[in-house]
């Protein structure tokens, strides 16, 4: 007779759902380890998670991905999970991605570099030489992250310490005087909350790489992915079990990990202990005694990137087409400086995007707009806590600061669509509290621990901790995104199975 759930030792005990730890799951579930993973809310993913209001679907964090061309290193990740040829995807248009001024000018990314670089020098002739050079430069940066090209390394996720201290802005800004050549390379940076004085050069190449490298919408939601994952984990004997909040941790006598205690009072044993969620609450959850102070200061110390205030729409039916390509919206020309925005200008940068839902088809059912927010802006109900599995009440006053936002966000993008109003059926929104609440940070940060190029060493963060079976994933150790998460798993992972048989599995896959 098989035990029931908690009542066997599992060889890993996996905190939050999201991404990291689901591929951290499916990873060790491949290499025949007993896993578990245990998630607080009614739905796991984490940013992964969508949503519907009426019959509309909406996802909250992955509107597009990069790296799915044939060969691209997402695409084999996917393969070797065995979950590519499941999901439901779109590729976008040759020219996926428009970095559009108030002006109204507008400058098309087009997927491959060849064809990116040939774009942008249609339009900046005289800057020939800075773009190509730009190309190189996000070429070589990334051949210095061996996981990103399916190598392993003795030294590490990264290869060469100097790449990290490259600043991004700096970086661009030393290749060309035009202005707005400089506006335009940056022009997506609110894919990592771009900070003029922090991001180093590294995060913006290996992110543009990505979406240059084959950029696709999931047709009906993000969500299909986390659906996949736990099929799979479920078909190679591993549990996920919802509405199981982990609040702290029992210990054996030599310090090791003995089990997490569920807010339930239930308590869950294992002999390995991965956490999914922020390095910062993983302290809460596993107690603060555990850590040395010097790491526990400089954990709690780091800043989080910004938060973020979503948007979606949707369409009365057959009014709005369908646009397969993305548009970033900057009514500045210095789009590094919209993240730290002043409340007169708000929203100065948005990110403009219309889900592809497959019973519309050419039509758009709806469209979600992405600025952002700082989380001081809600920090008046920061007490109040509202999910589906925790439902709770936000008073008036919430409401009406949403309905403003919602009217500024509206009356941004009319200016760019004119006439958008009149099609419009219904408006929703997320703030930075309800981020934090359904992922699980303190602040509602989009994208975890801000990356520092003045001093990296500080922001980074090792997947083990000096609790020697307690260990980290996600956005927060490698880098954020679809790519990047999975990239931190199977960090994670290399401790407990041949890292070198294990990414050739994922070349042969």
């Not at 759930?5 to 991404?19: A, H, N, R, T």
Request: glycine share 6%; net charge neutral; aromatic share 12%.
């Amino acid at each position: 007779m098989q035990a029931a759930p908690f009542e066997k030792e599992y060889d890993f005990v996996i905190v939050g759902s999201g991404l990291g730890g689901l591929a951290c799951a499916l990873i060790l579930a491949m290499e025949n380890y007993s896993v578990i993973v245990l998630e607080k809310n009614h739905q796991i993913g984490g940013h992964l998670q969508v949503y519907s209001r009426g019959k509309s679907i909406f996802d909250t964090g992955v509107h597009y991905v990069g790296s799915l061309d044939k060969g691209e290193n997402l695409y084999q990740f996917f393969k070797y999970f065995g979950i590519f040829d499941q999901l439901k995807m779109k590729r976008l248009d040759e020219e996926f991605d428009v970095i559009r001024f108030e002006d109204g000018s507008e400058y098309a990314y087009a997927q491959g570099f060849e064809a990116f670089a040939a774009k942008l020098i249609s339009y900046f002739p005289d800057e020939a030489e800075a773009i190509n050079t730009y190309c190189e430069k996000i070429l070589e940066v990334c051949s210095k992250f061996p996981l990103y090209n399916l190598e392993t390394s003795t030294e590490g996720y990264y290869m060469e310490s100097e790449m990290l201290t490259i600043n991004a802005h700096d970086y661009i800004a030393s290749l060309t005087d035009n202005v707005r050549l400089r506006n335009v390379l940056a022009g997506s940076n609110l894919l990592y909350a771009g900070s003029r004085r922090k991001t180093p050069f590294y995060v913006h190449a290996l992110i543009m790489k990505s979406y240059l490298s084959g950029a696709y919408k999931f047709i009906d939601g993000g969500s299909q992915i986390a659906i996949q994952f736990s099929r799979a984990i479920r078909q190679r004997g591993g549990l996920i079990v919802k509405h199981k909040k982990a609040v702290s941790a029992n210990y054996h006598e030599n310090g090791l990990v003995k089990e997490v205690v569920l807010e339930n009072g239930e308590v869950v044993r294992g002999k390995q202990f991965i956490s999914n969620v922020h390095p910062a609450v993983t302290i809460d959850i596993f107690g603060e005694d555990r850590f040395l102070n010097i790491y526990k200061n400089r954990i709690q110390g780091l800043e989080n990137t910004v938060s973020t205030f979503l948007v979606h729409v949707t369409f009365h039916e057959k009014s709005f087409k369908y646009l397969n390509h993305n548009i970033y919206f900057h009514d500045t020309d210095n789009v590094w400086d919209t993240v730290d925005y002043e409340q007169e200008n708000w929203p100065q940068t948005s990110f403009i995007c219309t889900p592809y839902i497959s019973k519309t088809g050419e039509y758009a059912d709806s469209m979600s707009i992405m600025t952002y927010m700082r989380a001081s802006e809600t920090a008046k109900w920061e007490e109040t806590f509202s999910t589906i599995a925790e439902p709770g009440q936000r008073d008036e006053e919430y409401k009406a600061f949403k309905r403003q936002k919602e009217e500024q966000v509206v009356n941004k993008i009319e200016s760019v669509f004119p006439g958008i109003k009149s099609k419009i059926k219904a408006v929703h929104s997320a703030t930075p509290l309800t981020f934090r609440d359904y992922i699980g940070n303190k602040d509602g940060s989009m994208y975890g621990i801000m990356k520092d190029s003045v001093s990296p060493a500080r922001t980074q963060i090792n997947t083990k901790t000096k609790i020697p079976n307690l260990h980290l994933t996600g956005q927060n150790i490698s880098l954020h995104g679809i790519l990047g998460v999975t990239v931190s798993a199977f960090i994670t992972c290399f401790p407990f199975v041949d890292k070198e048989k294990l990414i050739q599995k994922v070349k042969n896959a």
